[in-house]
């Protein structure tokens, strides 16, 4: 069915391969829907015909986008055309008079939707790389016909009773063809299709419901920020701050109305950036303590409810589903399949974790009382004093680093350089390939043996109408069934240098070129029949793993012997300035890695509840309080990254029970990567076998079974913690 399609059009499947921890959970598609009023209809969609680029396949090599064509006026009417013509096909296979098949059913849905495939691919990877105000508002014009024409299909009994025929056969299927077949089912039984009409109706009341609730809560979280702005009177009570801070806090006030005054917002983690450098430890603790508790009945508006409304309505919907809870529900398709696994997971980190952090708390707490400090840090102290010990003991200078990466080299030296010692394949320039921005560069890649692969696209750059981060996404995914290769794209925000200087990177910016690269191998080596199966589409605690495994090749000797070069003279990086590196990336880790344990695992304490536990919450704040307590994470100087009433990744956007994935992924990916360290490392061997059990499969194959394949065993935690540098307690 294409499930990608919809939401790659509307902004949403690019989060699939983004990147990070990101902050705002919002997906595309709840900010277009919330929009959707403020939009008005412009005038009928145009004709689609000949004329318009998106009406047959492109041309040019591998069906690259022909963007010296495409022009904003042909996204309507192609996009409508789409809908159109993929409602038509799915009707036609919802009534087939032949019995059902996996041919005429399951292929005949995959092979659907080809024009709506076709074009909202393109759209949603311009309006998210160089789209403007005309893309957001199609975008949010288009969204809610994406939704119903999506519930059309999902809700189409004579399909569903198709694909259940399709599915009670499937012993005489196998591999991918199976796993395809189960997905589907599965795909509309946990939209309700089985349910009695009774309950169908109760499930379309509570989607409502927490629609209207998630909303709720975060339109609250925007009222949270001004309710604990924090007013300051007397500019020195701002010491510690630059004068460009202060500068930015006067005019927040002056937005306020409050000329004259500074005005502090809060950002939405429970940490904040600003307590790293105010001395004044009452206006931290104010500051602090305004994050901490928005929303707890605070001030007027109080999210409490609604969490405790959300806990109660996704387990009411897994029960009438029939699961145990919405943590069983979520992840029954991901890799850690029950919430209990996700969990034990983590709880395996915490002791090592809690010890590290200990030990940093003992050289804050040396600094504290060496400055004469009487009092025990508080979590309003810590980031203050973190960052005075991080001056003192892994002091580096960044900009002395970025002069040994320069951007051309770190691409051809160093990312491409180790992608061909791993796997043998090389990328070849083709300026022939129209794009949609000057800067963009593409590649074609040849495999080991000289055969093509697909296309890649470079969009490195930062520009106006480019959405922040950085991630992987695609044109055209992998498929024997329509006979289609790769076609991928790279996106980051790196800033460009002035003419004529060169661009130099960031260490971070360096690791995380290699991390999206491993997005785009994912999708580039994808081997698979049918297109929803193919590369990325892979579930939420799968798909930072090839990602994150491909990050820790920065380090490699060979590779930083290639690549790091000093920009004007050509000389190696210091091992001295390396270790500097090294040792800044792992500081304060065990307070990070313990903030996000702590939310990790209050997520799921919330959904692994019955309807009736849920039911009995009689206060967030206390319940909370006991699950930090219940896990072994209730470290008062360390809270949990993000409390419940401000959890927007679980209670206002997409992650609930998920919020562990992060974690899971690169558990994975440092496990991983340590038993290739210890098989040779960078040899084309180790690339084959990485290639051959997980990059080539997609979504192909139980992904616990593919890293099983490739590891010969489940994954521990151990590599994790020893990438984070957390194996032994930090006192020093
Ligand atoms: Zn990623």
New binding site residues.
Partial sequence: MRKSIIAVAIGAALTV????DKEAAQTATEQAAEQTQQTTEQGAAAEFNQSNPFYAESSLPFQAPDFTKIEFAHYEPALLAGIEEHAKEIEAIAANSEPATFENTIVAMEKSGQLLGRVAAVFGNVAGSAGNDEFRALQVKMAPKFAAHSDNINLNADLFARVKTVYENRDQLEGEALRLVEDTYKGFVRAGAELSDDQQARIREINSEMSSVTTEFRNNLMNLVDENMVVVEDKAELAGLTESQIARLASTAESKDMPGKYVITVTNTTRQPILSSLENRELREKVWKASALRGSGNTATDNRPLVKKLAELRAEKAELLGYENWGAYVLERSMASAPEAAQSMLRDLVPAVVSNVKGEMVAIQDVINAEGGEFEVEPWDWAFYAEKVRAEKYAMDSNEVKQYFEFNRVVEDGVFYAMNQLFGISFEKRDDIPTYADDIVVYEVKDVDGESLGLFYGDWFTRDGKRGGA??SSFVSQSHLMDTKPVILNNMNITKAADGEPTLLSFDEVSTMF??MG?ALHGMFSDVMYPSLAGTSVSRDY??FP?TFQEDWTLNPKVLANMAKHHETGEQIPQELLDKVMAAKNFNMGYDTLEYIAAALLDLEYHTLTKEAAASIEDVNQFEEGALVRNGVDVDAVPPRYRSNFFAHVFAGGYSAGYYAYMWSEVLAADAFKYVQESGGLTLENGQAFRDAILSKGNSKDPMQQYIDFRGQKPTVDALLERRGLTAPKID
């Fill in positions: 391969a983004a990147c990070g991630w992987m991390h999206e997005h798909v930072e990602s």
